[in-house]
């Protein structure tokens, strides 16, 4: 009966999931300014206890990571399943549904973190309750993806497809293990499944909708058939046999069993397989169409992010190894690492499906491809700032460290490097910002004729 | 060191169903003919999406069958 008031439009759930995408991206990002400006301006915004720096730090990741990012993917699979199983969604009106109770739960959760209730565990900070909404949440989700998977009208199932069930399997089992709904735990066994869960939400989730996303976006865009199916198959039962165990590397320094970090190193080592399938599949796949990239901002933005998505997999092996991780471990390189998968990878996927989808369910092109084009560079190169500038504060903090310099003495040789990123963050948010204005306007915009909607790979501007 | 053990199964179960399902795809032929497939997601964007059907239908039935787009 509820569900009725909900619209049943076709691609719909998408639009208003890559909406709230859009929308918890610039909440997220200010979030993440207010936190570069107190690393120089430490008393910023006063001594406020709601605005201090533990709470916005909360606040700015699960508002990126759950808010922009998990929107951002629901939204692909429900554009992405569709598409390749040649049949509506199961039920726009549950995604509809769903997309309201989800920027419900994440609005109040996050409001819940401001104001001091919070579980105190990484990435898993929303109170118990927001736990179970969110379960509801993916379960909702799952449901519907599979339930469109079941009545598909192609008997065999493309690379992409594989990722997006496997996920809704991993990423529902991964977030109830994770949050401790089983049972609750204290020391080092809270921190050994909250690093189950910790990394798991980056491989089970992020990963994999990441990389089935980038399987559908490349060959569309391109229109060049996938370099191998069978390549790609490799990957992705790969990543299902070894990903797992992966979450305890980030424990090498605690008193956990050996053989539980063993298993983490060696299952981390393995990660390059699925890893080189894919990139390698991702770049043959585009030989001889590069030069889409040029005019195509949603392949420039995933191409991109496919680089970033490289680097990411060859440091995280590289950083498990035993006497690299004791080096870096707690240092200002594994900020750069962090944000280099979710920001750099996940987020510049995010926003190449959102350029591939939108104007597609909209029936209409971008506003302006100028401003889309100003968002690339904006964040493109705000990243890379961001990025350099965090690494190699990540290498002075580590080799400060093992020589025993006073902490103090660390924290003004880093000073430099925390105004660098101040300024890599204002260049993101302002990128972030010409993005939502962009969205803003192109929803707004009249629909144009029939003669005049988006056709083939590169929409063209409406105006430049 | 119970917790161990327990994600241990865990890990374990994930992977032991992980097996199944590649068990279940290679018996249903899924793999079949595992490169054709890759031709499917470049006429994504060119079909018309088919109207929900009234009932839900498991894969492999009969009648989706012959729904079957070559």
């Keep these: 009966m509820f569900l009725k008031w909900f619209s049943d439009e076709e691609f719909s759930a998408s639009k208003n999931f890559c909406y709230s995408a859009v929308a918890w991206l610039v909440v997220g990002v200010t979030f993440a300014v207010i936190l570069a400006i107190k690393f120089v301006i430490p008393d910023f915004l006063g001594v406020n206890s709601y605005l201090t720096f533990g709470r916005v730090r909360v606040a700015h990741v699960q508002s990126v990571a759950l808010g922009f990012l998990s929107a951002g993917y629901v939204a692909s699979l429900y554009y992405m399943v569709p598409r390749l199983t040649g049949v509506r969604l199961y039920s726009e009106r ?23 209730y919070t579980e105190g565990r990484e990435y898993l900070e929303l109170p118990r309750l927001w736990d179970w909404l969110i379960l509801g949440f993916l379960l909702i989700t799952a449901f519907n993806v599979f339930s469109t998977i079941a009545r598909r009208r192609e008997r065999q199932i493309y690379v992409s497809l594989w990722y997006f069930m496997g996920t809704m399997v991993w990423f529902p089992l991964v977030w109830f293990i994770g949050n401790r709904t089983f049972v609750p735990l204290s020391g080092l066994n809270d921190a050994a499944v909250n690093w189950f869960y910790g990394h798991n ?38 990543i299902a046999m070894v990903y797992a165990p992966t979450g305890a590397h980030h424990l090498l320094q605690a008193p956990i069993p050996e053989w539980l970090k063993s298993a983490a190193i060696i299952s981390s ?29 949603a392949l420039r933005f995933t191409m991109a992010g496919v680089l970033f998505y490289l680097m990411t997999c060859l440091q995280g092996p590289f950083q498990a190894a035993r006497p690299v991780n004791f080096y870096l471990h707690f240092s200002n390189w594994v900020v750069a690492h962090a944000h280099l998968a979710l920001l750099g990878s996940f987020g510049f996927f995010t926003f190449g499906a959102i350029y591939h989808m939108l104007p597609r369910i909209l029936k209409k092109n971008w506003y302006s491809m100028s401003l889309a084009n100003w968002h690339y560079w904006l964040t493109f190169l705000g990243f890379w700032l961001f990025f350099i500038v965090l690494t190699i504060a990540g290498l002075q903090q580590a080799a400060y460290w093992s020589q025993s310099t006073p902490w103090i003495q660390v ?19 302002t990128g972030q910002l010409i993005f939502a204005y962009n969205v803003v306007r192109t929803a707004l915009m009249a629909a144009p004729q029939p003669e005049e909607l988006p056709a083939g790979i590169e929409p063209a501007p409406a105006r430049v | 060191m119970w917790t161990s053990w327990v994600l241990l199964s865990l890990v374990l179960i994930l992977g032991v169903v992980a097996i199944a399902v590649f068990v279940w795809a290679v018996r249903f032929g899924v793999f079949s003919d595992a490169e054709d497939v890759k031709y499917l997601v470049l006429r994504a964007e060119e079909d018309d999406l088919a109207p929900p059907d009234p009932l839900p239908q498991m894969p492999g039935t009969k009648e989706r069958n012959q729904r079957h787009v070559p």
């Design chain 1, 411 to 429: 924290v003004r040789a880093l000073k430099p490097m925390m105004v660098f990123r101040m300024f890599a963050g204002f260049a993101l948010l």
């Design chain 1, 94 to 116: 549950l995604g509809n549904f769903s997309c309201l109770a989800f920027n419900l739960t994440l609005s109040t959760g996050i409001l819940a973190v401001l104001l001091g």
């Design chain 1, 201 to 238: 939400h980056l491989g089970l989730w992020f990963t994999t909708v990441g990389v089935g996303m980038v399987y559908y976006l490349i060959p569309v865009i391109t229109r060049n058939p996938l370099f191998s199916h069978k390549l790609s198959l490799i990957g992705f039962w790969s």
């Design chain 1, 269 to 297: 080592l393995l990660l390059l397989i699925p890893v080189s399938a894919a990139v390698t599949n991702f770049y043959m796949t585009t030989k001889g169409k590069w030069h889409v990239v040029f005019s195509n901002v």
